[in-house]
């Protein structure tokens, strides 16, 4: 009996860490199976890297997400600590007296009014704009009374 001959090739993919030797009598189907046995775990490859890429994705975008819940956290916390610093103040302010005394004021001030001490209003919501210069001697004052 004639030794029959005998064809080999060794595949591998490193990727996956597989390894196989396809063997037959004929070269040409041995080249075949070579070829589809490297096609199937090509296949199986690019379905692992993506899964892995779709993990990486979503553990990417979790670290975003807690990122930005903490920095709304604290953007949270600096309003609030400026709202209660603004509260802070109107509190204090309402404890205090503002009227001005004029006749306390060195030198007292010159109205445009004829000299006559302004009157303030106290109605809310209401503003007076007080402009007064002084010229090195005397003060010269201006009232602009209930602004809204």
């Not at 920095?71 to 109107?90: C, F, G, H, V």
């Not at 005394?101 to 209003?121: F, Y």
Request: hydrophobic letters at 30%; charged letters at 30%.
């Amino acid at each position: 009996m004639l030794p029959r001959e005998s064809y080999y090739i060794d595949v591998e993919h490193e990727g996956l860490n597989k390894f196989r030797r396809i063997t037959g009598s004929n070269h040409y189907v041995v080249e075949q199976k070579a070829a589809a046995q490297l096609n199937t775990w090509q296949e199986m490859w690019q379905k692992k890297v993506e899964i892995e890429n779709r993990k990486k994705e979503k553990e990417k975008a979790a670290k975003n997400k807690e990122a930005k819940i903490q920095l709304a956290k604290q953007k949270t916390e600096d309003a609030e600590k400026a709202l209660k610093n603004i509260n802070d103040t109107l509190l204090f302010t309402l404890d205090i007296d503002d009227t001005i005394d004029w006749d306390n004021c060195i030198p007292e001030p010159k109205w445009q009014n004829g000299g006559v001490n302004p009157t303030l209003s106290t109605t809310a919501g209401y503003v007076d704009i007080l402009s007064v210069y002084w010229n090195g001697t005397s003060y010269y004052g201006t009232v602009g009374p209930d602004w809204r």
